[in-house]
């Protein structure tokens, strides 16, 4: 699990209330269920209203897939491509039926059985950037939903505020209790602007990298077994997939190739 959303987020609301602590103020001065109901509810509500219901259907997915998705070195994808390659070239691409069936990776998986089934180059080429495409539209669907969020939230949070300071100039004639009226309306704006920016806006912005990532990856796929259906030599194959990797993972999958051959 990649868990650079969640320390992100942690230490970003640790560093918040660590800045409230060292100002002399408490915790939960600021921990205010009213002012964070209308602020994330309000967020919510109003992203809600800008999208379409199935939209919706997957937000606990996406929101569960941000924190604690596992990005896979695409180095191991690139070994695992030249290994099927290996034996495509030594036994045949039927003899690829078998090991279709341990492969993980279900967009490799997909590919694999498409070229094992016959499918002409260019129809399978078409085929799989049909669906990678499909993935970037959805994908990117899924992190506007959150992107809107971060917008809407800093607009709630005023709106708690206006709301909050509406009730202190109901209750002028209590001067005891102004002040910490006051202070409560302005959680509101603190909320929704932290929110927005410690969490809707920042998950956002890891949805879009990861379907980024992933996307990479799949584009790999297609010109893997692209190769491998047309019987290409394993190791151009190799040489292939590494040149589309970055230059930091390209060169460490050239090391590691090095050191597996000198072996």
Aim: proline content about 5%; charged content about 20%; aromatic content about 4%.
């Amino acid at each position: 699990m990649d868990i650079s959303t969640i320390v992100g987020v942690v230490a970003g609301l640790i560093i918040v209330f660590t800045v409230q602590i060292l100002e002399g103020g408490s915790p939960t001065s600021i921990l205010l269920i009213p002012s964070m109901l209308l602020v994330f509810g309000g967020a919510f509500a109003a992203a809600m209203a800008g999208g379409v219901m199935k939209d919706w259907t997957g937000v606990g997915a996406q929101l569960t897939k941000a924190f604690a998705k596992k990005v896979t070195p695409p180095t191991e994808l690139v070994d695992e491509v030249v290994k099927l390659a290996e034996r495509a070239r030594r036994e045949g691409l039927l003899a690829l039926e078998d090991a279709v069936k341990t492969v993980e990776h279900p967009f490799l998986k997909r590919g694999l059985q498409l070229a094992i089934d016959g499918t002409d180059p260019d129809e399978l080429h078409d085929i799989l950037h049909a669906e990678i495409a499909a993935k970037k539209k959805s994908d990117k669907a899924s992190a506007k939903l959150f992107e809107n969020m971060g917008g809407y939230a800093p607009t709630i949070g005023i709106v708690g505020t206006v709301m909050g300071l509406v009730h202190v100039l109901e209750n002028l004639d209590k001067p005891d209790t102004l002040g910490h009226s006051i202070a409560a309306a302005f959680c509101a704006t603190l909320w929704g602007v932290l929110s927005a920016n410690l969490i809707w806006l920042p998950v956002a912005s890891r949805l879009a990298r990861l379907s980024a990532v992933e996307a990479e990856e799949m584009e790999l796929v297609v010109d893997g077994v692209l190769a491998i259906q047309a019987g290409s030599n394993p190791r151009l194959v190799a040489q292939k997939l590494r040149s589309l990797l970055p230059p930091d993972e390209a060169k460490k999958a050239e090391t590691a190739a090095n050191t597996k051959k000198a072996a």
